[in-house]
């Protein structure tokens, strides 16, 4: 007869009334404590290292695609990290089960953030703009650097490491804000400039001012709130208006009736104002600049417009004007022929016609004007500040 074979059950075995020869293991709370926090401390470590590497601010310091690849390295790692460490630990780590949360909450803002900050840093980046970065912590800033080793950690000690990590994080956030308001800083000095070139010669373009804020909720009374988490929000909209106003600036800038009339290199051979007229050989006033050019060179619009007359004016020879939109005309004039018909719409340096010296003229050269409510102005003053707007875009 076959003997009947008894099968553990899967599971814990029910005692036995019978003593047992082994020994029943009991695990100490101090002892699990200690190892969890070790566990945590390692990984804490790891993050710290990670958020210690070079500056966020460098993803200003110009249009360099490694360094803005790098962040965004930085930032998905950190919320691989924390989310690993938050959910590993959440039923057993009490008061630093907490302080991870909270830590995610503020990558959570952090990686949100960041997605506004790099559309503005490639609009800044495609309109020319170059904040510069802040200067990189020195030996005595309060930054602490990640511990070289890692020694068995009491619940304390990984608590404060889950705060520094938390610090780390603030801290990165902080680099992004100075950036965000060097970049604010830089466009809006360059607007400035280019607005007071522009005034110079009598334009005022038309500036974005933001759009008034959509906000809305009930009457509360205030309450005390605290947070740790910088938030990158009003920096931000100030930065994308500061680069709204500058591309504003810059394309009034690049329309302006304040550009070299012809494609190539010309000498003034006259000025404006009163001269010794070269057919009486008395006094007279100019109304121009005049540029001495070979017979044929290209002459362009100095600015955006329409070209609003062709033809012929006594004194002048064969002319063309154009108008523009703040109500300037520029007058060119002793062509040999003519390359835009009125009405046609012009860019800054839309090829218009060619030099000659039709007219009352000695020889081939330019004659160019600029008039204001009929009355002829100084060209002079224009190419001025032509000039200095190239500068500051270029600069």
């Given at each position: 007869?076959?003997?009947?074979?008894?099968?553990?059950?899967?599971?814990?075995?029910?005692?036995?009334?019978?003593?047992?020869?082994?020994?029943?293991?009991?695990?100490?709370?101090?002892?699990?404590?200690?190892?969890?926090?070790?566990?945590?401390?390692?990984?804490?470590?790891?993050?710290?290292?990670?958020?210690?590497?070079?500056?966020?601010?460098?993803?200003?310091?110009?249009?360099?695609?490694?360094?803005?690849?790098?962040?965004?390295?930085?930032?998905?790692?950190?919320?691989?990290?924390?989310?690993?460490?938050?959910?590993?630990?959440?039923?057993?780590?009490?008061?630093?089960?907490?302080?991870?949360?909270?830590?995610?909450?503020?990558q959570?803002?952090?990686?949100?953030?960041?997605?506004?900050?790099?559309?503005?840093?490639?609009?800044?980046?495609?309109?020319?703009?170059?904040?510069?970065?802040?200067?990189?912590?020195?030996?005595?800033?309060?930054?602490?650097?990640?511990?070289?080793?890692?020694p068995?950690?009491?619940?304390?000690?990984?608590?404060?490491?889950?705060?520094?990590?938390?610090?780390?994080?603030?801290?990165?956030?902080?680099?992004?804000?100075?950036?965000?308001?060097?970049?604010?800083?830089?466009?809006?000095?360059?607007?400035?400039r280019?607005?007071g070139?522009?005034?110079?010669?009598?334009?005022?373009?038309?500036?974005?001012?933001?759009?008034?804020?959509?906000?809305?909720?009930?009457?509360?009374?205030?309450?005390?709130?605290?947070?740790?988490?910088?938030?990158?929000?009003?920096?931000?909209?100030?930065?994308?208006?500061?680069?709204?106003r500058?591309?504003?600036?810059?394309?009034a800038?690049?329309?302006?009736?304040?550009?070299?009339?012809?494609?190539?290199?010309?000498?003034?051979?006259?000025?404006?104002?009163?001269?010794?007229?070269?057919?009486?050989?008395?006094?007279?006033?100019?109304?121009?600049?005049?540029?001495?050019?070979?017979?044929?060179?290209?002459?362009?619009?100095?600015?955006?417009?329409?070209?609003?007359?062709?033809?012929?004016?006594?004194?002048?020879?064969?002319?063309?004007?154009?108008?523009?939109?703040?109500?300037?005309i520029?007058?060119?004039?002793?062509?040999?022929?003519?390359?835009?018909?009125?009405?046609?719409?012009?860019?800054?340096?839309?090829?218009?016609?060619?030099?000659?010296?039709?007219?009352?003229?000695?020889?081939?050269?330019?004659?160019?004007?600029?008039?204001?409510?009929?009355?002829?102005?100084?060209?002079?003053?224009?190419?001025?500040?032509?000039?200095?707007?190239?500068?500051?875009?270029?600069?």
């Amino acid at each position: 007869m076959r003997s009947k074979v008894h099968t553990k059950p899967f599971g814990n075995p029910k005692p036995h009334k019978h003593k047992s020869s082994g020994h029943r293991i009991q695990v100490h709370p101090v002892a699990f404590y200690a190892g969890f926090a070790a566990l945590v401390a390692t990984n804490i470590v790891t993050l710290v290292g990670f958020l210690m590497a070079p500056d966020i601010s460098k993803l200003f310091s110009g249009p360099n695609t490694s360094v803005l690849t790098a962040y965004e390295d930085r930032v998905s790692q950190l919320r691989l990290e924390v989310d690993r460490l938050q959910s590993r630990h959440y039923a057993q780590a009490g008061d630093i089960n907490l302080q991870l949360q909270e830590l995610a909450q503020q990558q959570e803002v952090l990686v949100e953030q960041h997605q506004y900050v790099k559309q503005l840093a490639d609009k800044a980046a495609a309109l020319g703009i170059d904040s510069g970065a802040p200067a990189t912590p020195d030996a005595g800033d309060d930054v602490a650097p990640p511990p070289a080793s890692t020694p068995a950690a009491t619940d304390g000690d990984a608590g404060a490491q889950v705060a520094a990590v938390a610090a780390s994080v603030n801290a990165m956030m902080n680099d992004s804000r100075q950036a965000l308001v060097a970049l604010s800083d830089e466009a809006s000095a360059k607007t400035d400039r280019i607005l007071g070139a522009l005034e110079t010669v009598g334009i005022e373009p038309k500036m974005p001012e933001g759009e008034p804020l959509a906000e809305g909720g009930p009457l509360l009374p205030p309450v005390d709130v605290t947070s740790d988490t910088p938030s990158l929000v009003d920096d931000a909209n100030n930065v994308a208006l500061a680069l709204d106003r500058f591309q504003a600036a810059k394309n009034a800038a690049n329309v302006a009736p304040v550009h070299k009339p012809v494609a190539t290199l010309a000498r003034i051979s006259s000025t404006f104002g009163n001269r010794k007229d070269p057919f009486t050989g008395r006094l007279a006033f100019h109304s121009g600049l005049d540029f001495a050019a070979p017979q044929g060179t290209t002459v362009v619009s100095a600015g955006k417009g329409v070209v609003s007359f062709v033809g012929q004016i006594s004194g002048y020879g064969n002319v063309v004007e154009v108008t523009h939109p703040d109500g300037l005309i520029t007058r060119y004039g002793h062509l040999s022929a003519f390359i835009a018909k009125q009405g046609d719409a012009v860019d800054t340096g839309t090829p218009i016609a060619r030099v000659g010296s039709t007219g009352r003229s000695t020889g081939p050269h330019l004659h160019f004007e600029v008039r204001r409510a009929e009355d002829a102005v100084d060209p002079a003053q224009y190419l001025n500040a032509g000039k200095v707007l190239q500068k500051i875009l270029a600069g």
